[in-house]
């Protein structure tokens, strides 16, 4: 697949992608980009919702990992089943009896400016940096298909990929975004079920000889029971997979947006429970496209890429396939990414201009509207230095990098709102940012501490040892004879 074509594909996609959020957020006010009017039907919800959850690094860094990792990761699905279910019917009913339009409103009700300050910066840490590093898969790709072929630098790629995000995203917002998702779901889905199939065919394989190779190589392997101290352990995972869902949607304002766009509460645990069934699903082929991707690579003889993030895009670009293998991989990490990271500025600018700046209070309509417009480019730049910081440090696959940016920067968030919510007690607010940065800094000591004295690794469950540093110090913090 030359560069032209790739270039061709990802303009005739990004065009589309235009049209679609031109109509859909062509009349939407400040109420319309932040929460969608709340009158998003549910079932079209859930449909946008099973490519929101699925970015350029699942794309990419999944069908990559099973080479090291195996199956391992359905491990983690499973808790992410159970992690929506306590979204649906913990954190929603919450929610909406709150009418918030930012999550971390709830932090300023229960707490304190403070600690409602403190859930937002920790919020938005949190996504900048996860939403670069979606972004830089898809920058990263690019770069080898397309820019270095044309002898044009990292950083423009960068600011350019932004720029469109940025233009897409600028009217719209949530409103835009469940019609953008849905796009992105039905491009995405498409392209790994034909991507499969076209493999398939690569290898003379038929459906059984696909189920055969795959469920007998080393690479399918689901269940790791026999090794406490392995970052593949099975509880671990499962554990992890349950807290990391409750934080990275249930707290998380970029796809918690998307489920209170819903009328009722209802309709939103429908489509979360859509969502989680799809999901097991989506991953599960993922994983198997992956076995697919190194069981061709062995047949043609192919030589191995220095990551395995480059697997997929070796086989689908310059594997020898149909041309549309490589159009069909395009379109598919262009719409995840694309859809991923246009979310993820909607929702910086929702979060910042809502949480911190306190703008829904303070401004009017008409200069609400400026400040939001002001925030969202902000929030373009931002993310556009974060991800060439990253396109010089970035050395684990992406996915790995993702979970553990989560660990450190969403478990102040998670012990504030499980102390929040398990507990009646009050706390003196003025000293939460400082709880809140102790958190992190302590599991980062914890983890090295077991390591070097037990050789044990704590892999993403660091995520709850954060969370119960926050709530420990928060205990220290509580008013005496109050609730």
Excluded at 359 to 382: D, F, P, Q, S, W
Aim: aromatic fraction near 14%; charged fraction near 15%.
């Amino acid at each position: 697949m030359t560069p032209a074509a790739v270039l061709a594909t990802v303009l005739g996609y990004i065009a589309v992608l235009f049209a679609v959020a031109w109509i859909s957020g062509r009349r939407a006010d400040n109420a319309g980009f932040f929460t969608g009017n709340r009158r998003t039907p549910w079932y079209m919800a859930a449909f946008a919702m099973i490519g929101a959850a699925i970015s350029g690094v699942t794309f990419i860094s999944v069908p990559g990992s099973v080479t090291v990792d195996s199956f391992s990761y359905m491990q983690m699905v499973a808790g992410f089943t159970v992690g929506q279910f306590v979204v649906a019917f913990v954190l929603i009913p919450l929610f909406y009896r709150l009418r918030v339009v930012s999550l971390y409103e709830y932090l300023d009700d229960r707490f304190g400016v403070a600690s409602h300050r403190t859930g937002a910066w920790f919020f938005f840490i949190s996504k900048i940096l996860g939403a670069a590093l979606r972004v830089y898969v898809v920058c990263a790709v690019l770069q080898l298909l397309v820019f270095d072929r044309y002898g044009l630098p990292f950083w423009f790629n960068a600011l350019i990929t932004m720029a469109f995000v940025w233009l897409y995203t600028q009217q719209g917002g949530v409103k835009s975004l469940i019609w953008t998702d849905s796009l992105k779901t039905f491009c995405l889905v498409a392209s790994l079920v034909l991507s499969i199939v076209f493999i398939m065919r690569g290898l003379d394989f038929s459906f059984s000889d696909t189920v055969r190779e795959v469920s007998s190589s080393p690479m399918s392997r689901i269940f790791f029971f026999d090794d406490p101290a392995s970052d593949r352990y099975f509880w671990k995972m499962f554990a992890a997979g349950i807290v990391l869902l409750v934080c990275m949607t249930g707290l998380d304002q970029d796809l918690m947006q998307r489920n209170m766009s819903c009328a009722t509460p209802r309709d939103s645990q429908k489509n979360i429970v859509l969502t989680a069934v799809s999901q097991i699903v989506v991953i599960f082929l993922f994983l198997v496209l992956g076995v697919l991707l190194y069981l061709y690579m062995e047949h043609r003889g192919l030589a191995m890429p220095e990551k395995t993030d480059q697997v997929f895009s070796l086989v689908a670009v310059g594997g020898g396939l149909p041309l549309v293998v490589g159009v069909l991989f395009v379109i598919g990490l262009i719409s995840s990414t694309y859809s991923a990271a246009g979310s993820a500025l909607t929702a910086l600018t929702t979060s910042f201009t809502v949480d911190i700046l306190e703008g829904t209070k303070r401004y009017g309509e008409a200069r609400l509207t400026r400040i939001r417009r002001g925030v969202h480019v902000a929030m373009a730049l931002g993310m556009a230095l974060v991800i060439l910081a990253f396109g010089y440090l970035a050395d684990d696959s992406v996915i790995n990098l993702v979970y553990k940016v989560a660990s450190y920067t969403y478990g102040p968030i998670l012990g504030m709102f499980v102390f929040g919510m398990f507990t009646r007690l009050r706390v003196r607010d003025r000293w939460m940012p400082l709880v809140a940065v102790a958190a992190p800094v302590l599991s980062g000591f914890l983890q090295w501490w077991a390591l070097e004295a037990w050789g044990y690794r704590i892999g993403f469950e660091l995520l709850i040892y954060n969370a119960l540093f926050t709530v420990i110090g928060m205990l220290l913090l509580v008013k005496r004879h109050e609730k």
